[in-house]
Nanobody, 119 residues
Framework: QVQLVESGGGLVQAGGSLRLSCAAS????????MGWFRQAPGLEREFVAR????????NYADSVKGRFTISRDNAKNTVYLQMNNLKPEDTAVYYC????????????WGQGTQVTVSS
């Protein structure tokens, strides 16, 4: 059973930083992409970032490029999202997700963690 357990959300002032963690378990993730998504109240869920387990290649949404960094720690089976220079517009529930590299959709999801950025 694939499990994704998130932590690290909280309240921070604009310009501050947070690091989200996603602990992955249940199988070997060498053929997986790991992604971060977010959903703000009243808005659609949107893509934030993803990383390939095997290669380490990354992709980011334009809205977070230069501010957010996705990374992985193979020894800990953990994916991170380092968020710097946070803005009020970043306020959302953040979700960790996983999919096989060839799948079109993410089919494993974490529980979500709240990030609130105040002015």
């Amino acid at each position: 059973q694939v499990q994704l357990v998130e932590s690290g959300g909280g309240l921070v002032q604009a310009g501050g930083s947070l690091r989200l963690s996603c602990a992955a378990s249940g199988r070997t993730f060498s053929n997986y992409h790991m992604g971060w998504f977010r959903q703000a109240p009243g808005l659609e869920r949107e893509f934030v970032a993803r990383i390939s387990w095997s290669i380490g290649s990354t992709n980011y949404a334009d809205s977070v490029k230069g501010r957010f960094t996705i990374s992985r720690d193979n020894a800990k089976n953990t994916v991170y999202l380092q968020m710097n220079n946070l803005k009020p517009e970043d306020t959302a529930v953040y979700y960790c997700a996983a999919k096989l590299t060839w799948d079109t959709r993410y089919n494993h999801w974490g529980q979500g963690t709240q990030v609130t950025v105040s002015s």
